[in-house]
């Protein structure tokens, strides 16, 4: 007859319990509380971009068609609508390009630009404290000149070298070209503020 080996049995402590009982529950409220953080930062994340691609999108300036008011590399927030008021800068579909730019008059008004590159709308000259420089710039149209209807006229601050409503090629923005009113600029966070 063999004999069995006898293996001591060791009775874990009260201490060892109480320590292991704590563990598991720990490790357990830890995968749910990681779980929901998780869950949490996913619906944030497509809530944001839910609202930055229908009501608010980012955008970020390229070229000097708006110098001094905004600067290559701005990144800034816009608000989309087609509600716009005299100034309001206003970021629009031309082809494939976004184009930012500032409403000077609406459907059916008169423009007219002398050759100084005073901008008249409807017989009266517009105060434009946001440019630096007068300039006609390039022009193809004949002033007076009538916006047609369901359009809008927009010119850039930087007179002398934008290319905008003046222009044939940009011409007067449909509603259905339009991405809406820049309302506010997120970077650099010096300049961080509202626009107008």
């Given at each position: 007859?063999?004999?069995?080996?006898?293996?001591?049995?060791?009775?874990?402590?009260?201490?060892?319990?109480?320590?292991?009982?704590?563990?598991?529950?720990?490790?357990?409220?830890?995968?749910?509380?990681?779980?929901s953080t998780i869950g949490t930062l996913v619906v944030v994340a497509a809530i944001s971009v839910l609202v930055a691609?229908?009501?608010?999108?980012?955008?970020?300036?390229?070229?000097?068609?708006?110098?001094?008011?905004?600067?290559?590399?701005?990144?800034?927030?816009?608000?989309?609508?087609?509600?716009?008021?005299?100034?309001?800068?206003?970021?629009?579909?031309?082809?494939?390009?976004?184009?930012?730019?500032?409403?000077?008059?609406?459907?059916?008004?008169?423009?007219?630009?002398?050759?100084?590159?005073?901008?008249?709308?409807?017989?009266?000259?517009?105060?434009?404290?946001?440019?630096?420089?007068?300039?006609?710039?390039?022009?193809?149209?004949?002033?007076?000149?009538?916006?047609?209807?369901?359009?809008?006229?927009?010119?850039?601050?930087?007179?002398?070298?934008s290319v905008d409503s003046r222009s044939t090629s940009v011409g007067?923005?449909?509603?259905?070209?339009?991405?809406?009113?820049?309302?506010?600029?997120?970077?650099?966070?010096?300049?961080?503020?509202?626009?107008?």
């Amino acid at each position: 007859m063999k004999s069995k080996k006898s293996v001591p049995e060791t009775m874990p402590t009260l201490d060892q319990l109480e320590g292991e009982l704590r563990r598991v529950k720990y490790r357990g409220r830890f995968g749910r509380v990681l779980r929901s953080t998780i869950g949490t930062l996913v619906v944030v994340a497509a809530i944001s971009v839910l609202v930055a691609t229908i009501w608010m999108p980012v955008l970020q300036i390229y070229g000097s068609s708006m110098v001094p008011t905004l600067e290559e590399g701005d990144i800034v927030v816009s608000v989309k609508g087609t509600d716009f008021e005299p100034g309001d800068l206003v970021c629009f579909y031309v082809g494939n390009k976004l184009l930012v730019k500032r409403y000077i008059a609406g459907p059916g008004q008169w423009i007219d630009i002398d050759e100084t590159g005073n901008v008249y709308v409807d017989g009266e000259l517009l105060d434009e404290p946001y440019i630096v420089e007068k300039s006609r710039g390039e022009t193809d149209l004949d002033y007076p000149y009538q916006v047609p209807e369901s359009r809008i006229f927009v010119l850039g601050d930087h007179r002398a070298t934008s290319v905008d409503s003046r222009s044939t090629s940009v011409g007067c923005v449909a509603d259905e070209q339009v991405v809406g009113k820049i309302v506010f600029r997120v970077w650099p966070l010096k300049s961080f503020g509202s626009l107008k």
